[in-house]
């Protein structure tokens, strides 16, 4: 093994190796540090409501920069994923509960698009999924919800075909949450303008979900919101 180590293939690979950690790292910091400094600050602690708080202060009350500021954030909560998905999570629902207000809805429609992409992005990925189930599956209601006020369509259709995606893949771990997220989902896509815009991500939804619902583990955990998605 340590002949293997000193070879020039071994040493090309440990060198590329190192070459891609490297660049990731530069990635990451260089994400985080374009944010103002308290908001950094925020972020790098991994508090939902520090985040939050930061964002409100830094905007002043604008919805145009409450946006600006949620979708830097959302980003570089996508930056956290690969070695601290709580955090990551965490940041991610800051940005989110952000952009909920009509105010910032209406006045920036694509920078709240954009971190309801991110968001959803994060909910999704097995790291999160697996590291925190219970928060993941906050995340992606809270998301579903803010993609619902946008009035995008197509966007609510794919939200909830990711989020009800979650809630098979947490289904062990959380039945309850499953159960009701993937309640939630049916809900997004139940209106005619949605199913219309998306077909087959509203029939994702639909189908995921009835597999949900039949599953024992779910009908035990909460027969109610079972019920609801049948």
């Known amino acids: 093994m340590q002949i293997l180590s000193r070879t020039?293939?071994?040493?090309?690979v440990i060198a590329g190796l190192a070459l891609i950690a490297a660049s990731?790292?530069?990635?990451?910091s260089a994400s985080v540090n374009s944010l103002p400094p308290a908001l950094r600050a925020a972020v790098l602690s991994g508090n939902a409501n520090q985040v939050q708080q930061a964002i409100n202060a830094l905007s002043a009350g604008n919805p145009q920069q409450t946006a600006a500021l949620a979708s830097q954030v959302a980003n570089v909560a996508q930056s956290l994923l690969a070695t601290n998905p709580q955090a990551a999570l965490a940041v991610a629902g800051a940005a989110v509960n952000a952009v909920q207000s009509t105010a910032v809805t209406g006045s920036s429609p694509q920078q709240v698009e954009a971190v309801v992409t991110a968001a959803a992005r994060i909910f999704v990925s097995p790291q999160a999924q697996q590291v925190a189930p219970t928060q993941a599956a906050a995340l992606a209601t809270a998301t579903m919800q803010v993609a619902q006020s946008t009035g995008n369509s197509a966007l609510t259709a794919n939200v909830a075909a990711q989020a009800v995606s979650t809630a098979e893949k947490i289904l062990a771990a959380n039945p309850t949450a499953a159960v009701q997220l993937a309640s939630t989902a049916v809900q997004a896509v139940?209106?005619?303008?949605?199913?219309?815009?998306?077909?087959q991500a509203s029939l994702e939804?639909?189908?995921?979900?009835?597999?949900?619902?039949?599953?024992?583990?779910?009908?035990?955990?909460?027969p109610t919101a079972v019920a609801s998605i049948a």
């Open 205 to 222: 939804v639909a189908t995921t979900a009835a597999r949900i619902a039949v599953n024992p583990t779910a009908q035990q955990a909460a």
């Open 24 to 28: 990731a790292s530069f990635a990451q």
């Open 190 to 199: 139940q209106s005619t303008t949605v199913q219309n815009s998306s077909p």
């Open 8 to 12: 020039p293939f071994a040493r090309l």
